[in-house]
């Protein structure tokens, strides 16, 4: 029946909805899915997926997102090849191993105006090792430089300079930054001597695109940060890092969704199935009346 249909076509959707947008918004901890991206000079850039569990504002609740706590959930290694013959010569490859550490962000809101700094408490780094492979590809050799020394202090996404071949003849340095929900500029030397400004933005959205849902399921945001490596023998690498996270439902939510999104089909199939056997039958009582009809007027003509 198409009435029948459609009212169950509206349910289901409505239950889709429900799966997607629906948050537990008074909960303490959310699951979600990341990415951590690092972007450096004109090379490929290296993306390492995780997921975890997320505090999220404190045991305050609410739909507004306000600070982010986390546990790592995000590992991986990967190495890109030189292919600018001028580097070449000495670096053949960059190997990067990040880990993305324990901290906090926020607040998140109110919104601070630019250029202030809109992340006070902003303690999430990028553990790991930057590593640049000289003379083999494979890093045979090359020179370790940490992606954040003292407990995190100092960190790709927290801020500082780590160093590797301090006391030798080649100095290499990562010059980092906090991350930021705002957009950040870096300046970059270029090869005639001058300037360009490369820029990335952050920003941070609720289900419906809207700000003031991010702590929801299927919230979102993206946290941005410039960095430098540079060494005293000219090498200049400028780039970005941006970790992107999405707060996910809970596999036990998809299941409970799932299996009543299951029952639900097979009543609807349970009653379409009975539908259509009254109809049957009906037409088939009809039948034989018509056929009874049929024979009685026959009896009568033949009388």
């Not at 390492?48 to 546990?71: D, E, P, W, Y």
């Not at 190495?79 to 490859?93: F, G, N």
């Not at 439902?249 to 097979?266: D, N, R």
Request: charge should be positive; hydrophobic fraction near 40%.
């Amino acid at each position: 029946m198409p009435g029948l249909q459609v009212d169950f076509a509206h349910l289901i959707l409505s239950l889709l909805l429900l799966a997607l947008s629906a948050s537990p918004a008074s909960a303490e901890k959310m699951r979600w899915e990341g990415t951590l991206l690092l972007d450096l000079g004109s090379y490929s850039p290296m993306a390492f997926a995780g997921s975890g569990v997320a505090t999220i504002n404190s045991s305050s609740g609410g739909a507004q997102l306000q600070s982010l706590r986390i546990a790592g959930g995000i590992t991986g290694s990967d190495t890109i090849p030189i292919t600018d013959p001028y580097v070449s010569v000495t670096l053949r490859s960059l190997r990067i191993s990040p880990q993305l550490g324990t901290g906090t962000l926020g607040p998140f809101w109110p919104v601070e105006p630019w250029p202030e700094a809109q992340l006070s408490r902003n303690t999430i780094p990028v553990r790991g090792s930057l590593r640049m492979c000289m003379l083999f590809p494979r890093c045979l050799s090359g020179s370790r430089i940490p992606l954040s020394r003292y407990s995190g202090i100092q960190a790709v996404g927290v801020g500082g300079t780590m160093t590797a071949g301090g006391s030798g003849d080649v100095r290499i340095s990562l010059e980092a930054a906090p991350w930021t929900v705002y957009s950040t500029t870096l300046l970059v030397h270029t090869a005639n001597g001058g300037t360009a400004a490369w820029t990335r933005s952050g920003w941070i959205h609720g289900p419906a695109s809207h700000s003031s849902s991010a702590a929801k399921t299927n919230g979102a945001l993206q946290l941005v940060t410039p960095l430098v490596v540079r060494s005293n023998s000219g090498m200049y690498l400028p780039g970005f890092a941006s970790l992107t996270l999405r707060f996910v439902p809970e596999p036990g939510f998809l299941l409970l969704i799932a299996a009543g999104i299951t029952g639900l089909i097979c009543i609807h199939r349970s009653t379409t199935v009975r539908s259509r056997t009254r109809m049957q039958g009906k037409l088939h009582e009809s039948r034989d009346s018509r056929t009874t009809h049929r024979q009685r007027r026959l009896h009568i003509d033949t009388r």
